[in-house]
């Protein structure tokens, strides 16, 4: 079996080293290099002694934040409610279907529903509410980004809960807890698991969604990856948007201790 | 719980379809409009689709990308199969999780921080052979390269679920490793490797944020043309065009449903065979 398998298998090594090593390496060293092609330690000096890029820093992982806290809010009783009825499997793939429509394709909806004589305001006209400016505010990002993470919360929560034991739930009543004991005792405990896959399948997207904060949050940087973006496509400064790529890797890697290493990759 | 009885949980869910659906239905909705703004709705008519079609820059972008996914995802399914048999017949412990863990740093990283990273490879590339420049292959490699450790985690549970002893019994009866391999393994993990070609033809329609760092001028997926577009303003062209995406998705969904209740359908059927 060995040696077939491993000649076999260079394709892989050479894709490990090619596309993930290298990129990675070069992302850090490029981050000690200056525009002219100097050694410099001066990107992370400015990045880690100037205002701004702090804030922006503290703003991306806020949102990130929020985002995630608020999907989980949202998901949570979905997925809880959603196990409970019959055809789970078409209610599963009703979630899943609106994740295979462009992300830029939702955003653009938006664009539609929150502009000043869009959908929101003409409903909200109704009741007397006059037209506001929605789009390029912080709200209608958090909004959007809600929107499109939603699903992928979803989806880990849905299989956690399902796995998930009938006889438990069953055992714990004949012990004699409560609804709520029951739920805080055993299903939330249990269901930790898929809360940690949403959390990382939420969390670290919503650091980098730079399109949405160009075309919904109102073409201002305020997120790491409108940043990187702008550093690499607008000013062409590499070396500071490969120290802002180092400072994500690195915020990557907390939450991935965070939210534990048993279960990597349950993104989809 | 019965359809007819009326629950908070039922009305919570449906509230929460309709957040999911809303912002689609009203771009669908919108398609179909005579007028030229997704604000006031002004008459039936279909001239966005017409309009559509008759774009042939947005038609061989709509071709491209779908033959950039269609491509990505079988390279990447073809690595991926022996990068996960590789990993499974690692004996040692600690090495599979080392090799799992490299696996799925891209997974995890941020796209930005993907793409920026691509770009800056693609680059010192072009810079060590001349004549490599940013365009469809560079978008190729990139696609394929996230597409590969997804691959790899969709096939993984298969193989740990598959029993040795088929094997052990291949060789017992003459079969070489060849044989084990186009006999045994691959028709066994056959299920593992549709999904990892469905994920990863998926994840590169879906993809901008890589794309969008390596596309160079030459080159346009869907999602790029689409960002650019979006920022220009509001054209009911990208309606039509998501009211066909919608359909497309809808039909791989009801299909998908259907192919996966027939499977279900058939392991049980056998599982049954097993147990009498």
Redesign the interface.
Known sequence: MKKYNTLLAVPYFMWLIFFVLAPVLLVVGYSFFDQNGHFTLANYAEYFSSGKYLLMTFNSVWYALLITVITLVISYPTAYFLTKLKHKDLWLLLIILPTWINLLLKAYAFIGIFGVHGGLNSFLGFFGILPKQLLFTDFSFLVVAVYIQLPFMIIPLLNALDELPASFIAASKDLGASATQTFFKVVFPLSLNGVKSGVQAVFIPSLSLFMLTRLIGGNRVITLGTAIEEHFMVTQNWGKGATIGVVLILAMIVVMIFTGEKKVGGKK | ?QKSKFSW??I??VC??I???L??F??IF?SFNAGE????FTGFSLHHFSELFSDTHLVIILLNTFLLAFLSALIAT???I??A??IY?LKRRSHRNTL???????????????G??????FI?LGTLFSGFSLGFWTVL?AH??FS???VV?MILPKLQEMNDSMITAGYDLGAN??Q??KNIILPYLSPGIIAGYF?AF?YS??D??VT??VTGNGFTT??VE??SR??RG?SLE?NA??TL??LF??V??VG??YI??DNQGRSKKKKRGVLR
């Open positions: 719980m949980a039922n919570y869910l929460v379809f957040f999911l659906y912002p689609i009203y771009l919108y703004t997704m604000n006031s073809f690595i991926g022996f990068g048999l590789f017949y799992l863990s490299l696996n799925n740093i891209l997974i995890v990283s941020p796209d930005v921080t993907i920026a990273s691509f770009l800056i490879l010192t490699l394929i390269s590969v450790p997804i985690l490793e060849r084990i391999l994920m998926t329609l879906d901008f944020a969008f760092f869907l999602s689409i960002y979006a920022r509001v990208i065009l998501s995406v919608f998705a809808l791989l969904v998908y449903y996966s209740k």
